[in-house]
């Protein structure tokens, strides 16, 4: 009899372990989580970083090439301004439409200098002192000139991309900044070449003007214009009876 019921037992339990009645201990199942940790790595767009080691150093060698190719720009661009920065080369340019295409030229590679992420101030010096400690006064007038024609095409918005297109051509920029936006940046001599041909043929008697032009059949010097003289008069850039009546 009471084998009867061991019997009995073993086969009740056996059906309800069948039915789940009763819980099976065992290891439980892998659950994968819905937001994997990835050990708090994450990209550059805020996501998680997914690239492999390989990934890694390929991103690495990329953003290498990236430093090189603007290296490679600014001095690309510095030779070009060493080339058009030589007043040898200026002799034998027509003054002064030749010589105002000049300016255009400069300042379109100073611009490409300072789209490779260059200081344009420390190019301009650079190029300026030629070799030596201190530049020439003619050369440090000419990069004060530059620097200041630079932050004026800056002003006039003729520095992007359609403007420098334009300067690369020696063609006036459009400006797209202030009040004489979608009118013209032109290159014109600060004192007139005619009068004063000793400067005709120096780039830092050149600037870029925004506004109407002036009258070529007058022989009044504006005020500027006097002030202007006056200084390179100083410097002895100019002689001391410049300013008597032509």
């Not at 767009?45 to 090439?65: K, R």
């Amino acid at each position: 009899m009471a084998l009867r019921r061991l019997v009995l037992c073993q086969i009740l339990l056996t059906l309800a372990l069948l039915a789940g009645l009763i819980p099976i201990w065992a290891n439980p199942p892998l659950v994968i989580p819905v937001q994997p940790d990835y050990g708090g790595d994450y990209d550059l767009f805020g996501g998680q970083n997914y690239l492999s080691p390989d990934d890694g150093l390929m991103l690495e060698s990329l953003t290498a090439s990236h430093g090189m190719t603007l290296l490679k720009r600014t001095e690309q661009a510095k030779e070009r301004l060493q080339a058009l920065l030589n007043p040898v080369a200026w002799n034998h340019l027509q003054a002064p439409i030749e010589m105002q295409k000049q300016l255009y030229l400069v300042l379109c590679w100073m611009a490409e200098a300072d789209d490779a992420e260059a200081d344009v101030e420390e190019v301009v010096q650079e190029i300026c002192r030629r070799g030596q400690s201190q530049p020439s006064v003619a050369d440090a007038t000419l990069q004060e000139v530059l620097l200041y024609n630079f932050r004026t095409a800056q002003s006039l918005g003729v520095l992007g991309f359609q403007g420098q297109v334009k300067l690369a051509q020696g063609l006036t920029p459009v400006i797209t900044h202030g009040p004489w936006e979608n009118r013209h940046a032109h290159a014109i001599p600060i004192l007139p070449p005619n009068r004063f041909p000793q400067i005709a043929h120096q780039l830092f008697n050149y600037e870029i003007f925004a506004g109407p032009l002036p009258r070529t059949s007058t022989t009044d010097l504006a005020p500027s214009q006097l002030e202007f003289a006056r200084r390179l008069m100083d410097r002895g850039l100019l002689s001391a009876d410049s300013l008597k009546n032509p």
